[in-house]
């Protein structure tokens, strides 16, 4: 599903007015006990294995959350607790930090099932973006198609989230995709390794594996969540179809019987295992989503499983 890159105005995202907020509150509480997780240490920045998110005296306080069973009593903040009979924990600002950065995939084919996927990609996103901000990580988020659209960074505490809900809810799919493209631009825009997660469903006509390998060699950590509606993997259609591709409009007409239909499953199941692949071999980690399973049960489910949250 490439296409050829138009000029800037053709290869802008699209907004629109903000919608109903993606995140409710009660869950935004729940992931205040997570923390976005990283293998590796990169020279000269906090990092490593994430091993303590408060910082000693001396250092600048920045914010509060919640107090979670296990959490470190030394950063109570026992003035407020005897104001307001509940706990809460000081957070202060460590400098500089490991870079996070997410990829949304914002091309023609994440509007597939009635638009499922795309608005499943963007509530991972500010669920990530949430734990990440209550950390005091700083988070960028870039839209993705055949080119990186114009990205949000945030960083500074949880009450810096309401700018990043208007922002992913204002995003829209469109375009077709091209990971070599996106690729490029990114390591010659983003000189400083980082933590690299990619929310995609990952489908390039071109192929996405190389240039997912460039950006591993270029020195990112990868977290790749690829995600997909359930008639992306097991297509419900038997007969004679007209298929239109979601991205470039093109037609093919195909006879589809039950043995075709356990094919294209062992390929997409195929194609996900290569991915995985891809990221365990180069000390990442790989997450397989699919939209008919509570956000909720991905987020302290698979993505703690697979230890992209602690």
């Known amino acids: 599903m490439p296409g050829s890159a138009g000029s800037p105005k053709e290869r802008s995202h699209k907004f629109s007015a903000t919608q109903a907020p993606l995140l409710d ?27 303590s998110r408060f910082a000693g005296g001396g250092q600048e306080f920045l914010d509060h959350r919640h107090f979670h ?23 202060f600002q460590i400098e500089p930090r490991v870079p996070v950065r997410l990829l949304v995939d914002t091309s023609g084919s994440m509007a597939a099932a009635n638009g499922n996927k795309f608005d499943y990609a963007r509530k991972l996103a500010a669920a990530l973006c949430y734990v990440g901000l209550v950390r005091l990580d700083t988070i960028s988020i870039h839209p993705f198609s055949t080119h990186l659209g114009e990205g949000k960074q945030c960083g500074g505490g949880r009450h810096r989230f309401s700018p990043v809900m208007n922002y992913l809810g204002a995003l829209e799919s469109e375009g077709p995709t091209d990971f070599m493209a996106v690729s490029r631009e990114f390591i010659s825009n983003f000189a400083q390794r980082g933590l690299l997660i990619v929310i995609s469903d990952f489908l390039d006509d071109a192929s996405c594996e190389k240039p997912i390998q460039f950006l591993s060699d270029f ?17 419900p259609w038997t007969g004679e179809l007209d298929l239109v591709d979601g991205e470039t409009g093109h037609e093919l007409r195909l006879q589809v019987d039950e043995p075709a239909q356990i094919r294209y499953t062992e390929a997409f199941d195929r194609f996900s295992a290569s991915l995985q692949d891809l990221a365990q071999r180069n000390g990442g980690r790989y997450v397989g989503v699919s939209t008919s399973m509570a956000i909720e049960d991905i987020v302290f489910g698979a993505l703690v499983r697979a230890r992209s949250l602690a």
């Open 219 to 235: 020195g990112h950590e990868l977290c790749l969540i690829q995600l997909w509606a359930e008639e992306d993997r097991v297509p």
């Open 69 to 91: 069973h296990g959490d470190d009593l030394r950063a109570v903040n026992w003035r407020a607790y005897l104001r307001l009979d509940k706990l809460f924990l000081k957070m």
């Open 25 to 51: 509150r009660q869950f935004l509480e729940k992931l205040e006990r997570l923390t976005i997780h990283w293998q590796r240490s990169f020279p000269g920045l906090v990092g490593g294995h994430n091993v």
